[in-house]
């Protein structure tokens, strides 16, 4: 498994700054000027002359980086279905261990040296870093990958460093548990515990920040924070599996299809269920826990008990059924409606189809 860790180079002096903007403005201009020769022939591959002959202050070893990356961009465009615009370089240079390397930093105040490639060929800068408190674990017990990728947010640069580790196996023992993501509380499990209820309040406060002032970055910055802690605070002990709503999966063709959509996005904040849904995910590689997923479908509208669908059954965090009765928090009977689901679909696999399963009654 890996994982990439972002690291700020926020502590290099001007000159390397400088550097740093010369390397990355010479290497956009061959990564676009590969792309635009890819995109006009049409084709997969750039010869060798047409890499040497580009004129650029770029080493032959960074021109060969660039194209590497002109091609993957190009790559990825050609496969994706929803072509638009030819693509452009994003800026962030990804570069392999001849161009950057991390070494530990004896006896000083920071932690790690990052030692890169600049234009001036044998005269590679040396940037400090600083570890933090969540990246710690990382560098102690991961294996550091060679390479990284460099990036700038207007004038801040950061380095991206990915760590890998071996996948523990699957655990054979322990509870299968549904989760169910809201807006009230950010999990509910079909366990009954409930995780993260300062949702609310911080999706309030991005809201009432003006789009892309600072105060707004801080406030996203806060609740990406809450997000990861509170999936850190579920307890995977005692657990096998866990089951989640797969957001992907919704297609949009049919009326039904739409309004599930529909349910969908307002009952999952869109920006905070990729978050949360992919964190889970990590814990669950990092703990051997299976994570399965499953289909939307209906899971907030479902009587758990009788299996009765209908959408005013749900009535904000309440859940009362107009068919039994039966009354509970709507977050929870959801994450039960998730697990059944789940359930449900394995025993069909099984071909042990159990009559009146509750769930599919329409
Ligand atoms: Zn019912």
Redo the contacts with the bound molecule.
């Keep these: 498994m890996k994982r990439t860790l972002k690291f700020s180079l926020g502590l290099a002096n001007t000159n390397k700054i400088e550097a740093l903007k010369e390397l990355s403005n010479e290497y956009k201009k061959a990564v676009n000027y590969f792309l635009q020769i890819l995109s006009s022939e049409n084709k997969h591959i750039l010869r060798e002359s047409e890499v040497k002959s580009f004129n650029s202050s770029l080493s032959y070893r960074y021109k060969q980086c660039a194209k590497r990356q002109a091609m993957k961009i190009w790559k990825s465009w050609r496969r994706n279905k929803k072509k638009g615009q030819i693509p452009e370089f994003d800026g962030a240079l990804i570069l392999d261990h001849r161009f950057i390397k991390v070494e530990k930093a004896k006896n000083s105040s920071f932690d790690y040296w990052v030692r890169i490639a600049i234009l001036k060929k044998g005269y590679p800068i040396l940037i400090p870093i600083k570890s933090y408190d969540y990246a710690n674990n990382y560098f102690d017990n991961w294996k550091l990958v060679n390479g990284g990728r460099l990036s700038r947010e207007d004038d801040n640069w950061f380095l991206l460093l990915t760590f890998e580790k071996e996948t523990p196996p699957k655990k054979k023992e322990g509870k299968i548990i549904g989760i169910d993501i809201g807006i009230k509380k950010l999990m509910a499990t079909s366990e009954k515990e409930f995780y993260g209820k300062d949702i609310e309040r911080l999706m309030d406060k991005i809201q009432k920040k003006q789009q892309g002032s600072k105060a707004f970055k801080r406030a996203i910055k806060e609740r990406d924070y809450y997000v990861n802690k509170t999936a850190k605070a579920l307890s995977l002990n005692n657990l096998k599996a866990i089951v989640m709503e797969n957001i992907k999966n919704i297609k949009r063709n049919t009326k039904k299809e739409r309004r599930l959509r529909k349910e969908f996005r307002s009952k999952f904040q869109k920006w905070t269920y990729p978050l949360l849904f992919s964190r889970i995910n990590q814990l669950c590689e990092i703990n051997g826990v299976h994570f399965f997923t499953i289909d939307p479908a209906w899971t907030s509208q479902t ?6 669908v209908h959408e005013l ?1 749900r009535c904000g965090e309440i859940f009362l ?6 009354t509970q928090d709507a977050d929870y009977n959801a994450s039960k409606n998730i697990l059944k689901t789940y359930l449900a679909q394995q025993s069909m696999v099984a071909g042990n189809i159990k009559a009146n399963n509750g769930i599919f009654v329409h």
Excluded at 321 to 326: A, E, I, P
């Design positions: 009587c758990n008990k009788c299996g009765f059954n059924c107009r068919n039994c009765g039966y």
